[in-house]
């Protein structure tokens, strides 16, 4: 392992910001707006290998509410896996507002059914119709990404969210832009902005990826564990009401 000085640490973070601002300047884009409808597919590998497909849209509801819904389907060998997730909020002052998570998962092993209710009224969070912490600022399992998209339009660079992830659980979240790359995807090849959460003494690493092109939606997804990778989705198709 390579341990950078503080002068080089220094060097590589103004080389991070450039790498960004070139990025923006290319694409002459207006500024993004994450909470635009779209519809994604992703294409699942692990080792290069294609194991199945996942899905990932947003509609804007009445009343500036919205509905963020995932979905995957993946196998391998005789395994399979299949999740998905629905989130409701609101928009409030430019910020999410949390309202309802559920997340549901069957195939091969335990099925499992989460549900993640934000009680604005009694200021608490109930995890299967159980108050379980304070409502503070939390987001759920899958808008803390949306979040982060709306913040790199921005030009932010680090990231810190309180998450009531698929489990219930109550997470802290570090992430950090690490650098830009030019990514070869099943959807084509676009710049992107690499993302990594921030974690000490863990097996785990996870690294996302966010394209300036298309509203700074999350196009690639891929993580490791004990240096094994455990999983990597790919965009392979994406439309917008844009």
Known sequence: MVVLGQDANAIETEQVIEDFALIEESTALPMADPFTNFSATFSAYRYGRELGHATLALSKLADNHYRLDYSSNVSIFF????????????????????????FKRTGTGSDKHVRVDFDHEKGKILVNDRPSFPLQQQLDNQLYRLDLQAKLAKGETDFSYEVINYRGELKQYQLSVLTTESLSLPYGTLDAIKVGFVRENSSRQTYAWFSPKLNYQLVRLQQFKDGDEQGDIQLSQYTTDD
């Open 79 to 102: 395994l399979s896996d299949k999740r998905k997730e629905t989130s409701l909020f609101s928009i409030q002052d430019n910020q999410i507002i949390p309202d309802n998570y559920v």
